[in-house]
């Protein structure tokens, strides 16, 4: 059974934190090569979009996302993805998005965010006396959100229990660091090797 991998989708999210976890969780086979990614037979991962409705998303520079489900008709989420993006401001304010988060995060067997938000998931409560980190313009953000979050501000990804991740790109690495300690290093290797990226 696929292990499924549910990605928050926002107003205002950034395109590569949500999308770069999404090519990297999506494209890992346990078989080798290009030939097994043609089928989903040896994918551990089942990857979804999920939205507080199926309405489209419109995402920094105006790409528009159509989720694969709303919060009420999710199927269970394994590893939730937080993304950041300028569209985690106005959801620090929003009980019904922090509620939703600390509900699902009850549930699944891993948490992790890319960029700015880990701001939503220290908002929620779920970085309490934690080490983790986010986009380095966010760190003092971050810091009076909770102040007994240990905030790194020098690593790409931080795991504490949750995973964390810097800005933007920085959620590759984070989906790869899941990757390795779910299916091993080979596999995140020849997935990096797979998508042409060079491992940090």
């Keep these: 059974m696929a292990t499924s991998v549910g990605i928050f989708l926002f107003d205002d999210v950034e395109v590569l934190d949500f999308a770069g976890p999404f090519e990297v969780f999506s494209r890992t086979r346990t078989v080798p090569g290009a030939d097994s990614r043609r089928t989903d037979d040896s ?7 999920v939205a507080r409705r199926r309405d489209v998303v419109t995402a920094i520079g105006g790409l528009r ?8 008709d999710a199927p269970a989420i394994d590893i939730l993805v937080v993304p950041g993006g300028f569209g985690t401001r106005p959801l620090l304010n929003d009980q ?39 986009h380095w313009a966010a760190h003092e953000l971050l810091a009076s959100i909770d102040p007994t979050i240990r905030v790194n501000r020098t690593a790409r990804v931080v795991h504490d229990g949750v995973f964390t991740s810097a800005g933007v790109s920085a959620g590759i690495d984070m989906a790869f660091e899941v990757v390795e300690r779910l299916c091993g290093r080979e596999v995140a290797d020849e997935t990096a090797r797979y998508i042409e990226y060079r491992r940090s």
């Design 96 to 134: 019904e998005t922090l509620d939703w988060l600390t509900r699902t995060a009850a549930q699944v067997s891993q948490v992790t965010s890319v960029c700015s938000g880990a701001l939503l998931l220290a908002k929620a409560g779920l970085l309490r006396n934690r080490a983790a980190t986010t």
């Design 65 to 72: 996302v159509i989720p694969d489900y709303a919060w009420a």
């Design 43 to 49: 994918a551990p991962f089942r990857v979804f979009t």
